[in-house]
């Protein structure tokens, strides 16, 4: 139990991290996953670095089987994003907090 059963080629540098070959045992946070998926019936998300990128992996549950299949997509576009979105809002914040003039900002709803 807790056996890798397919693998596509996109997979290969998470394959490398977690030491694991298709036939092979998964990693034993990643049978504990599965086994919380299948147990409770719901699917779960988890970012993981690998590599210099990250990825959303979804651990989805086939309702008719005992396995589950896991789904990764490529987030290091948008996590750079957003990490550069909120190192513009820090200094946007630093420099309207420090500005020495008066400014008002009034929402016309």
Known sequence: MGSLLYANTASAALL???EC????PAP???RELVAQVID????????IECEKKVYEIIVARVPEASYVNVYGRDL???KLAEAELIQ???LFRALFELSPDSIV???SS
């Not at 070959?21 to 092979?24: H, R, T």
């Not at 019936?41 to 970012?47: G, I, L, W």
């Open 40 to 47: 409770s019936k719901e699917n779960q998300t988890v970012d």
């Open 21 to 24: 070959e298709v036939g092979q």
């Open 88 to 90: 513009s809002e820090a």
């Open 28 to 30: 034993q946070y990643w």
């Open 16 to 18: 490398r991290m977690w």
């Open 76 to 78: 290091t576009e948008r």
């Open 105 to 107: 900002v009034i929402d």
